[in-house]
């Protein structure tokens, strides 16, 4: 039916459950013993099968699931408004109404649970077939539409005609009785998947909840909380954004240029070889980002590396390698969490260990507390009390020390690589031909080469 | 004429596809059965053959690059009519395979949904195929090869579609429709008042025996106008 592509057979239809679940309720009402009392529907002269009374249908939602009433009512009225079942005296009020009045369900084709996108082009095949039935008087939205979808679907507009016509006389074929029947389900798909303007749309919003007082409690204890919340003023927060932007600006390769060049341009891996993880010489640029923040220099393998000497020479180097610890504690494997906890007590908090840390008492009784029943989290307080240690007190040694200002020194600036005068010697800036590029011919740069080195020369 | 047989051959597809998806509204519900199964199965294989002549006819005609203008815009129109209509076939037979497999009849995993279509279906089906009458019987677990054979339909289609699209570029915006919006309402051929009137509206049939009336009590008096003016004369 649709102009358009079909959804790949293997997906599998998350999107709207409570879809799937109508579906099922729907099927179940079919089952010839349990399902619901079926009617016949008596016209004038033809009498079509399976109606259904709105009453039964309560009746029934209510035995089947045990609820009340009211919400039986209210589930299917939800099934009337996603299209599965339609009223028959009254095609365009979409609801439920607990008494007498003939209800029909929709065939499969129709249901809103398989998703199948209603494609414009179907839509303008019904509004001009509606269009031949009722002989021009079309419902004021309908028009609109048809109007709307001849301008938008305008090169396609003589398939629609074609397939309304031929739509018609293939239903001619059919019984009097049956052809009311698909027009009418028809007329419900149509109904709910574009609905008239004031209706509420049901496949945007989804099914409404009955009205409930606790749910309308926890809203108001959101809101309150929410009201609660600390905000910071957006100035303060420019302010910061500003200062980081001024000082990573000069580090960035896209914003600042990269030396010695960008290897997506002149296939020059340099670069990335120059700043790998660990490399005896870090570049300058690297070293001064170390000064940073603690953090930055904790991220770089060789800072961290650098900042280990450092603090062996201090004889703090416990520090770093307990939070290392508790680092591969925490992002480790399960299987290892009670050895891992157990190595690290033994080396580290132990009283009397080889390399005892210095945790403030409180803290410290609390981590052996917790260490009876040991998870992965249970050495975040103590890995949080001595990275601050680390940052307000060895950190700031670290920056001002020799050592640090010895690596500054040393770490050098890459040479950008020289482009060569000549236009002929330069070396090509696309090494692979990509099939994106249109194809240059070679003979004119080589043509006005020469030319140009005469030109210089 | 290139342009007649293209023309009939689409419209021979037009009338197989709209037939096609008239069956395809029935799979799932209380008029389902293994005939249901081998009508669709029979209309759909007419509608392909009707597809594949038209897809070589029409390639042929428009990769021919000596065509006049106008009449390249005339076969680019009904290219564009042409790949709309293998698209609403594409999509109903991969939904007639979904419901197909949702509600299989030979082992019924659900029951039939009770949608009140009852009767027969052969109508449909023997227009589709142009004949005047179709009688089925399929076998008890006809629709379980049927799945099969669909799925493997549905494949060549859709490749099918892909050829057509890489050897004639079409775009389709430069297509203009010749039929203006409410052209339909002009033909005579539009479906009788009495066929397909919906449960509500009953007064919509009124205006034409108004008419009717109207025109018949105009002749009334003209006659009896001309009879007094006879009497006048003759006294």
């Excluded at chain 1, 001002?400 to 070396?427: H, Q």
């Excluded at chain 2, 081998?38 to 392909?48: G, N, P």
């Excluded at chain 2, 049939?205 to 006879?230: E, H, Q, S, T, W």
């Amino acid at each position: 039916m649709a102009a358009g592509p079909a959804p790949p057979p293997g997906r599998p239809r998350a999107q709207m459950p409570h879809l799937r679940k109508m579906e099922r309720v729907v099927v179940s009402m079919q089952d010839p013993d349990q399902g619901v009392k079926m009617r016949s529907q008596r016209l004038l002269v033809t009498v079509i099968p399976h109606a259904v009374t709105g009453s039964d249908v309560v009746q029934w939602l209510a035995q089947k699931f045990c609820v009340s009433e009211e919400e039986a009512l209210h589930l299917g009225t939800v099934l009337v408004q996603h299209g599965y079942i339609y009223p028959l005296r009254d095609p365009r009020s979409l609801m439920l109404r607990p008494d007498e009045t003939p209800y029909r369900f929709q065939t499969p084709y129709f249901w809103t649970s398989t998703l199948w996108p209603a494609a414009e082009l179907d839509y303008a095949i019904y509004l001009a077939k509606k269009n031949i039935r009722k002989r021009g008087t079309l419902v004021d939205y309908e028009k609109d539409c048809y109007d709307r979808l001849h301008k938008k679907i305008n090169h396609a507009w003589d398939l629609v005609l074609m397939q309304a016509r031929e739509q018609l006389r293939a239903a001619k074929q059919r019984r009097k009785g049956d052809r009311l029947v698909i027009a009418c389900q028809e007329q419900t798909y149509w109904l709910v998947n574009r609905p008239p303007p004031g209706a509420p749309n049901v496949l945007e919003q989804g099914p409404g909840r009955g009205s409930c007082a606790a749910s309308r409690v926890l809203m108001i204890e959101y809101f309150r909380k929410a009201l609660g919340r600390t905000r910071v003023k957006s100035s303060v927060c420019l302010e910061a954004y500003l200062s980081f932007c001024g000082q990573r600006g000069p580090h960035d390769p896209l914003v600042s240029g990269c030396l010695p060049s960008n290897p997506w341009i002149s296939d020059n891996d340099a670069y990335w070889v120059m700043n790998a993880p660990t490399v005896a010489a870090p570049t300058k640029l690297r070293v001064e980002r170390w000064g940073f923040s603690f953090r930055e220099l904790l991220e770089d393998p060789m800072g961290r590396a650098h900042f280990m000497d450092f603090l062996g020479k201090e004889f703090s180097g416990e520090n770093l390698s307990f939070w290392e610890a508790c680092e591969e504690l925490r992002y480790g494997t399960q299987a290892q969490v009670p050895t891992l906890v157990d190595a690290v007590y033994e080396q580290f908090l132990a009283p009397g260990a080889a390399r005892w840390v210095n945790i403030d008492s409180r803290t410290m009784e609390q981590t052996l507390e917790r260490l009876r029943q040991p998870h992965r989290y249970v050495l975040d307080d103590a890995q949080l009390h001595i990275y601050m240690l680390m940052k307000k007190d060895s950190y700031p040694r670290f920056l001002k020390s020799d050592m640090y200002k010895g690596l500054l020194a040393e770490a050098g600036i890459p040479l950008e690589t020289k482009r060569r005068v000549f236009p002929f010697t330069w070396r090509p800036r696309h090494s692979s031909p990509s099939p994106a590029l249109l194809p240059t011919p070679v003979e004119p740069t080589a043509a006005c080469g020469p030319g140009g080195g005469d030109g210089v020369a | 004429m290139a342009r007649e047989e293209c023309k009939a051959l689409l419209d021979g597809l037009n009338k197989t596809t709209a037939c096609y998806h008239h069956l395809v509204l029935t799979v799932g519900g209380s008029a389902d059965s293994q005939n249901l199964r081998q009508e669709l199965q029979k209309t759909r294989q007419k509608a392909q053959e009707l597809a594949v002549s038209t897809c070589a006819r029409l390639t042929a005609v428009l990769r021919d690059r000596s065509l006049a203008a106008d009449e390249r815009a005339e076969f680019e129109r009904l290219w564009v009519a042409f790949s709309g209509c293998l698209d609403l076939l594409e999509a109903d037979m991969r939904r007639s395979l979904e419901l197909g497999a949702a509600f299989p009849l030979h082992a019924p995993r659900r029951p039939l949904v009770r949608t009140g279509v009852a009767g027969a279906s052969s109508g449909v089906a023997a227009r589709a195929l142009s004949t005047r009458s179709l009688r089925l019987e399929a076998e008890g677990d006809f629709d379980v090869a049927d799945l099969r054979e669909l799925e493997r339909e549905v494949l060549q289609v859709g490749e099918m579609i892909d050829n057509m699209e890489m050897k004639v570029n079409v775009p389709r915006w430069t297509v203009q429709a010749r039929q203006a919006a409410g052209a339909e309402l002009l033909s005579t051929v539009s479906a009788g008042p009495s066929s397909v009137v919906s449960l509500q509206e009953r007064g919509g049939g009124c205006d034409p025996r108004k008419a009717l009336a109207a025109i018949l009590f105009g002749a009334v008096l003209l006659a009896a106008v001309a009879l007094a003016v006879c009497v006048a004369k003759l006294s």
